[in-house]
């Protein structure tokens, strides 16, 4: 959270949107091996991005089975996925 605890969490929340955000979906390996004590360093960087590839490939082309997407936006913490259709 940007704001941290002083976010007050009341957020405008427009009865229609273009834009799609669906939270939790991605979860970062290096943030997931923190979380358990690992130390990042030992997470392989090549490894971390053929599964964020991988990902994105497969939500791009789900939510685009929809319609058109004009961007996708995937947010590290707290994973969430956003997307702006047209």
Known sequence: ????????????????????????????PVSAHIAQGGDPAQVDEKDVQEKFDEFFEEIYEELASYGRIEECNVCENPGGVGAHCS
């Open 1 to 28: 959270r940007r704001h941290g605890e002083r976010c007050s969490r009341q957020h405008h929340k427009p009865p229609f949107s273009q834009t799609v955000l669906v939270k939790h979906m991605w979860q970062n």
